[in-house]
T-cell receptor
Framework: DTAVSQTPKYLVTQMGNDKSIKCEQNLGHDTMYWYKQDSKKFLKIMFSYNNKELIINETVPNRFSPKSPDKAHLNLHINSLELGDSAVYFC?????????FGPGTRLTVL | GQQLNQSPQSMFIQEGEDVSMNCTSSSIFNTWLWYKQDPGEGPVLLIALYKAGELTSNGRLTAQFGITRKDSFLNISASIPSDVGIYFCAGQINYQLIWGAGTKLIIKP
């Protein structure tokens, strides 16, 4: 069984569109994260939720809006997509000091 | 944002060689983590270190948490082809992970 899952795996879309990425974890963890990994492989944290409440909100354009319907899910909605949003987006969940990552969603904005 | 200093940036090695990489920081961390990322996948935890001076092994991998809590190294002994990938160090502070830029391991045929 997959611990942290994301859908879709690949997302290709036009500039200006709105898209969502879904994340689910079946580990029973209280805290979940969204990261962006750029072409140089640097991992940058975007958001963190603990028990459905936002606890970290890094400097991210407000076109990005996370939504946590329950503590097992943390979805990422992106409005008005731009070319610079192209990257791989990772969801993660945390137990103690360790984070467990999903397989990533490769977003390509044309 | 804050980033750990990870080196080397990339390594070309022969199969069977030992590998060493390290991370340093100006900040003190309570936890150091080492992850590996294969192409098209998310980072996977290799080793977690919780105490200064701690030396932990996971198969052919060995990692140490520096005594000053500002650095860590990862060694891989007798490398094999499936060791290729990007290795990341991460230090934990306030439930956030501060990441290194990664070390790309390439094994020469």
């Amino acid at each position: 069984d997959t611990a942290v899952s994301q859908t879709p795996k690949y997302l290709v879309t036009q500039m200006g569109n709105d898209k969502s990425i879904k994340c689910e974890q079946n580990l029973g963890h209280d805290t979940m994260y969204w990261y962006k990994q750029d072409s140089k492989k640097f991992l940058k944290i975007m958001f963190s939720y603990n028990n459905k409440e936002l606890i970290i909100n890094e400097t991210v354009p407000n076109r990005f809006s996370p939504k946590s319907p329950d503590k097992a899910h943390l979805n990422l909605h992106i409005n008005s997509l731009e070319l610079g949003d192209s990257a791989v987006y990772f969801c993660a969940s945390r137990r103690r000091d360790t984070q467990y990552f999903g397989p990533g969603t490769r977003l390509t904005v044309l | 944002g804050q980033q750990l200093n990870q080196s080397p940036q990339s390594m070309f090695i022969q199969e069977g060689e030992d590998v060493s990489m390290n991370c340093t920081s100006s900040s003190i961390f309570n936890t150091w983590l080492w992850y590996k990322q294969d192409p098209g996948e998310g980072p996977v935890l290799l080793i977690a270190l919780y105490k200064a001076g701690e030396l932990t092994s996971n198969g052919r991998l060995t990692a140490q948490f520096g005594i000053t809590r500002k650095d860590s190294f990862l060694n891989i002994s007798a490398s094999i082809p499936s060791d290729v990938g990007i290795y990341f160090c991460a230090g934990q502070i306030n439930y956030q992970l501060i990441w290194g830029a990664g070390t790309k391991l390439i094994i020469k045929p």
